[in-house]
């Protein structure tokens, strides 16, 4: 009997290569989506970008082209409702005929206090973080099957948060976290945790078609959403990290990379914290501890 691995190709340049990947990434323009961005074209893919804003599409997609090798271009567009996200897959599948992989990483939150709390705080963020997920999913399902096969699947990442499966201060914003102090990010955390459970529902769905569905769940990482806790609460929030540090580019792209690649193409339905260990582990610091060669 031959060696289960003797007709498998196990190098890095066979399970890692991008160069034939065509990848939309939305919200790509800035912050996780954009690191996602430059992953792919650092390693020759041809990327999608979209956002609602076309000066910030523009910004990253020229400084994307620049970097190469692959390419980047823009779609902008506005995922608040289901005519948006179908919208944005009518333009995507004008311009390819095949998807690789999708990054559904749309978002956004909201701060506001416990009990003023606004109705379009709950609207705005289950559109955005959750059913726009769903819709562009639909949507270009016909494009992720193109060339799908069990041994190379289509992609699905969907980004959630570790808001969807924590409820402690950091995570909420509550007290000084990503929001506000006497404020929290009440409708934030739910709808993560919403996207936490489609992904599962998505990947049981559309594995016997070769599809895969993954979800990522940051941490903190820099980015316009977490701008004012990281200006304001650095110290608080590096108290929860065991690494000293918070979450950097290369941490994201990585990722994303991986689970895009050849690597992961048997798994689906998996919810990936990716924060320095501060749940898995149980790991709690202390002001002023040393950590990670950091001093926090």
């Known amino acids: 009997m031959a060696h289960p691995a003797a007709n498998d190709d196990l190098r890095v340049e066979t399970l890692f290569t991008f160069k034939t990947h065509i990848a939309l990434v939305t919200g790509g323009a800035t912050g996780l989506g954009e690191m996602a961005a430059q992953a792919f074209v650092q390693n020759g893919a041809r990327v999608l970008i979209a956002s609602r804003k076309e000066s910030e599409l523009k910004t990253t997609t020229d400084r994307l082209n620049k970097l190469g090798p692959g390419r980047c271009e823009y779609i902008v567009a506005d995922l608040k409702d289901k005519a948006g996200c179908l919208a944005l897959c009518a333009e995507v599948k004008k311009r390819v005929d095949r998807l690789t992989v999708l990054v559904n990483n749309t978002g956004a939150t909201w701060g506001d206090d416990y009990y003023n709390f606004p109705e379009s705080a709950w609207d705005k963020l289950m559109s955005l973080n959750v059913k726009s997920i769903f819709y562009m999913t639909v949507g270009l399902e016909e494009l992720l099957l193109k060339g799908a096969s069990p041994e190379n699947p289509g992609r699905v990442i969907n980004v959630a948060s570790m808001a969807g499966i924590q409820t402690g201060d950091v995570t909420t914003g509550e007290e000084g976290g990503l929001s506000k102090p006497g404020h929290g990010t009440f409708s934030y955390g739910p709808s993560k945790a919403a996207c936490i459970h489609l992904t599962k529902m998505q990947a049981s769905k559309l594995a016997p078609k070769n599809i895969t569905v993954n979800v990522i769940c940051p941490g903190v990482f ?56 501060s749940t898995l582990s149980g790991w709690r610091g202390k002001r002023g501890e040393k950590t990670g060669g950091s001093k926090i």
Do not use: W
């Open 222 to 277: 820099p980015s316009r959403m977490t701008h004012f806790g990281l200006d304001k609460y650095m110290d608080t929030l590096l108290m929860g990290q065991p690494t000293g540090r918070i979450g950097k580019p290369s941490d994201f792209g990585g990722l994303v990379l991986f689970l895009s690649s050849l690597g992961s193409a048997h798994m689906t339905g998996n919810v990936v914290e990716l924060d320095g260990g």
